[in-house]
């Protein structure tokens, strides 16, 4: 028999998911999960999106764990149904985060909204979005 030892993989990615609700016209909110690469949970995020004057499409989501620490600032840019961004910590960049989105029915309680899927990891793990 012969046996390999594995190396560890320190790397902290997943997978998000969530919804999002317009406010306004041109701007919203959104509220997800966030997973660990084997689907335990993370925690959540909670944030905004919207667009600047300049017609630049933006979203800021604040990353907390399950014992409620904050883990960092997900942010980036939205369009075509898809999005991307840098997960972002007091220390600095740790990450990069990047998915898709879709646009639901038309509730007449919760307006326009829809869902995203996505996928986030630290900038080590050279995930290709």
Request: a positive charge.
């Amino acid at each position: 028999a012969a046996a390999m030892a594995r190396p560890i993989d320190v790397c902290e990615r997943g997978f998000l998911a969530g919804r999002w609700n317009q406010v306004a016209d041109g701007r919203g909110r959104l509220v997800g999960r966030v997973v660990h690469a084997d689907g335990e949970p993370a925690g959540h995020i909670r944030g905004i999106y919207g667009r600047r004057e300049n017609g630049e499409q933006v979203f800021f989501g604040k990353f907390i764990n399950l014992e409620g620490e904050f883990k960092g600032i997900f942010r980036g840019n939205y369009g075509d149904d898809r999005f991307r961004g840098r997960w972002l910590h007091r220390s600095g960049d740790r990450g990069v985060l990047g998915g898709a989105y879709r646009e639901g029915i038309a509730d007449p309680e919760t307006g326009t909204g829809g869902h995203f899927i996505g996928r986030w990891a630290e900038t080590s793990c050279n995930l290709d979005l």
